[in-house]
């Protein structure tokens, strides 16, 4: 009786070992191809961090923007950005860069990162704006400003930073440049 119930204890185990088994099929073989047919949708384009967020509402207007070829964007989606800067700072008259509300949202409404190959390559840094990106760039921080700062960036100083400001790790000095993970 011993016997048999260690023997029926070890088919159990077997049994259940071969039934609850993990493989790893995440791994293609030689003779498997990754299949790209069919149809693909672009979902979300963020050329300049949260300007998509902030301007344009969601749902089928996003879904609009999400697909509208950059160099439709802004005679598209100008008039709706101005809007909506408006609605947010409706005393808005210019921003730190002099720029009036059409001037501001004629520039945002292409969202698209620019990179200038030959001079300073910054979001923002005083001068110049939107050139491209570096990892430490304050993108919000500049856009806070742009917003709600008013014409000496001085406007509104509760609404112009999110007081967060600086990664959470260092970034690399080598790529990939990123901080490492925590």
């Known amino acids: 009786m011993k016997i048999n119930a260690i023997k029926f204890l070890t088919l159990s185990i077997l049994t259940a ?3 609850v088994s993990c493989n790893n099929d995440d791994t293609m073989t030689a003779d498997e191809q990754t299949d790209f047919s069919g149809t693909y949708v672009q979902k979300d384009q963020m050329g300049r961090p949260a300007i998509n967020t902030v301007f344009i509402a ?8 999400n697909t509208t070829t950059p160099s439709a964007m802004g005679a598209n989606y ?3 950005f101005q809007s909506r800067l408006l609605a947010l700072n409706p ?3 210019t921003n730190a860069l002099g720029q009036t509300a059409t001037q501001l ?3 945002l409404a292409t969202d698209v990162i620019g990179v200038s190959k030959t001079g300073t390559t910054t ?5 110049n704006i939107l050139t491209g990106r570096t990892l430490a760039d304050d993108v919000i921080d500049v856009e806070l400003l742009l917003i709600f700062g008013g014409p000496t960036g001085g406007s509104n100083t509760g609404l112009t930073s999110d007081h967060v400001d600086a990664n959470d790790k260092p970034f690399l000095t080598s790529f990939p440049y990123l901080a490492t993970a925590w």
């Open 123 to 127: 979001f923002f840094d005083g001068t």
């Open 58 to 65: 969601s749902g089928a207007p996003k879904d609009a923007f």
């Open 105 to 107: 949202t004629t520039l």
């Open 17 to 19: 070992t071969t039934f």
């Open 78 to 80: 100008q008039s709706v």
């Open 91 to 93: 005393g808005y008259t």
